[in-house]
């Protein structure tokens, strides 16, 4: 009963919060990937679920009264963001609110056996907009001016004006989604998810693999670049806009992916014994 009434209230809670989310932020292309953490975040609730039974004796259940306070304060930040339309507190209150749940209804124990989980569901929180223009636009220009410079390299007919590229007839502007601190988040975010399921023992390794996700982000933004001026320089500018170009968004994460496993790869055979 008292998790079937905390559902419940989570439920009411959050249940506009999300359909803000995904009629807003969620439905564009910088963050449309709201809805594939969220399922991530699910599962590995669900994965973790073991710690929510019902505890053996002689289980430490220690369960502190600061959890009454980390649940208010919470409450506190959902009920201003909700009423100031601001969809970065609702979203962030949802990590201490279930943090307190945990807290409340299974002691510390309990929590700390979903630190993960909790840890990332920060990637649900949308980006504040002032920290992405201030991002941005310098990761922008340098993987257009990579990018242009690449595809020069092998012959292509190509020049730079800021974060607008001539390919050919073409012109192509590097927008945000292709090239800005949304890719790094999101990517930043399979980085992590990868470190939790493969479970390294090395702390140092783990480090290290988390430190490399942001180069990997811009080489993998620099491919996606890359790989769309030479859909639209051979194919036309109408498949660079339509169908491929949301496979050249496949494109990064792959090659994302593969860089992630290529750098574990070496970090495995520099420190064998990790």
């Known amino acids: 009963m008292p998790w079937a009434l905390a559902a419940a209230g989570l439920a009411a809670l959050y249940g506009p919060t999300l359909r803000d989310l995904f009629q807003t932020v969620w439905s564009t ?6 809805p594939v953490v969220l399922a991530l975040c ?9 710690a929510l039974a019902e505890p053996r004796a002689g289980i430490d ?15 506190l930040l959902h009920v201003f963001g909700r009423s100031q339309r601001i969809l970065s507190a609702q979203a962030l209150s949802a990590v201490p609110v279930l943090l307190g749940i945990l807290l409340l209804f299974r ?7 979903m630190w993960f989980p909790l840890l990332f569901m920060l990637f649900l929180v949308p980006l504040p907009a002032a920290l992405v223009e201030a991002v941005t636009q310098p990761m922008k220009l340098a993987v257009s ?39 790094l988040f999101t990517l930043e975010a399979m980085g992590l998810l990868y470190l939790n399921v493969v ?10 693999l988390a430190l490399l996700i942001v180069p990997i982000s811009f080489v993998a933004n620099v491919i996606r670049v890359i790989a769309l001026s030479l859909i639209t320089y051979h194919l036309g500018d109408a498949a660079g806009q339509g169908f491929l ?25 520099a420190r064998p014994a990790s």
């Open 29 to 34: 292309d910088e963050q449309g990937h709201g």
């Open 42 to 50: 699910l599962w590995l609730f669900w994965r973790q679920r073991s």
């Open 61 to 75: 259940l220690t369960r502190p009264a600061w959890g009454w306070a980390i649940l208010a304060v919470a409450l």
């Open 107 to 113: 002691g510390v124990r309990a929590a700390r056996a």
């Open 145 to 183: 001016s990579v990018a242009a410079d690449l595809l020069y390299a092998v012959g292509y007919p190509v020049a730079r004006s800021g974060v607008i590229l001539q390919v050919g007839p073409y012109q192509l502007l590097v927008a945000d989604a292709c090239a800005g601190l949304y890719t």
């Open 199 to 208: 479970r390294f023992s090395s702390t140092v390794r783990n480090v290290l």
């Open 245 to 269: 170009h949301g496979l050249a968004g496949m494109v990064l994460f792959l090659s994302a992916l593969m860089l992630i496993v290529g750098c574990d790869s070496l970090l495995r055979w």
